[in-house]
């Protein structure tokens, strides 16, 4: 019998999630729509018109073209976990919200955090793992001119309550864990109201402030740093010592060629912590 069967079936419900938001979060929250089946939660907010598109969140109990990073599929069966996805309208053009990617990231990092999910990481730019397990991804796609303004739809994934006997999670194309399985009856309505609490917060203070502020907080979870790391970009990899984020939210890799920035590409761990006395796995 899958895990989902083994425990009753919590429903997202507005009000269960409304109550979750902070003064600050709620104002900024426009609207909230849950679907029970969609494509995709943020197709559905891009066909949304667009005066009405930012301040809308929408979720879904399932999606039946979930989108990943990259163009892949994202595993998105019914019932047991999280599909959100929130728009935003940003007055600056799309150069100057570079770093929205690994802010989107940090806020589903709060969100973990606040329901006591300790020990997660994030691997840049915005995967969150658990014990190098997947636990949950984002997706953010931007719309608008260089100059601005522009809108963001940013969409986030967390397994929360995975039917690992389903085949459709054995479709998922590496190690992956869910939140149920460290914190048992976990619920899917408060996980959810404290991700949009923490997005609408944090997506507030970026607007004002820049991605300064969230630099430190990077770094108490970056699952990289000092790891070897092969980046793969375009065609082409290169290998090297992960050492953290830029201001500007790059990944600093210390490598053959030296120390430099990165802004794009996708990581694999090569092995462990490197602390000059050996590799930490
Ligand atoms: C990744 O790690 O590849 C990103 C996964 C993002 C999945 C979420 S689920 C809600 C939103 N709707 C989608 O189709 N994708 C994102």
């Known amino acids: 019998m899958s895990r989902l069967l083994q425990q009753p079936l919590e429903l997202l419900e507005v009000n269960a999630i409304r109550s ?26 891009q066909a949304q018109p667009g005066h009405e598109r930012p301040g809308l969140a929408v979720l879904a109990e399932r999606q039946t073209a979930g989108r990943g990073r990259r163009g892949r599929h994202w ?37 973990l955090a606040r329901i006591g999910m300790d020990g997660h990481t994030i691997k840049w730019p915005n995967d969150l793992l658990f014990e190098r397990r997947k636990l949950g991804g984002c997706l953010v796609e931007v719309q608008g001119d260089a100059g601005g303004p522009c809108f963001a739809v940013m969409g986030i994934g967390i397994n929360v309550c995975m039917p690992a006997a389903m085949h459709c999670a054995k479709r998922i194309d590496q190690p992956w864990t869910d939140v149920n399985t ?47 790391i092969e980046l793969r970009r375009g065609t082409g990899s290169i290998n090297g010592t992960a050492c953290g984020i830029s201001p500007r939210g790059g990944l600093m890799l210390q490598s053959c060629e030296g120390l430099n920035e990165y802004l794009a590409g996708e990581v694999t761990i090569k092995r462990g912590f490197n602390d000059g006395k050996g590799i930490r796995v």
């Open 182 to 228: 460290h914190i048992p009856g976990v619920s899917r309505n408060r996980l959810a109201g404290c991700l949009l609490n923490a997005l609408l917060l944090n997506l507030a203070q970026y607007a004002g402030e820049g991605f300064g502020p969230f630099l430190q907080r990077w770094k108490e979870r970056d699952e990289l740093a000092g790891k070897e």
């Open 75 to 111: 595993v998105s069966p019914s019932g047991g976990n999280i599909y959100l996805s929130l728009c935003m309208k940003f007055e600056s053009g799309v150069g100057e919200i570079g770093c929205l990617p690994l802010v989107v990231a940090l806020s589903a990092s709060d969100a």
């Open 20 to 45: 979750e938001l902070e003064a600050d979060a709620a104002t900024q929250l426009k609207d909230l729509v849950i679907l029970s089946s969609v494509d995709s939660t943020n197709n559905w907010l």
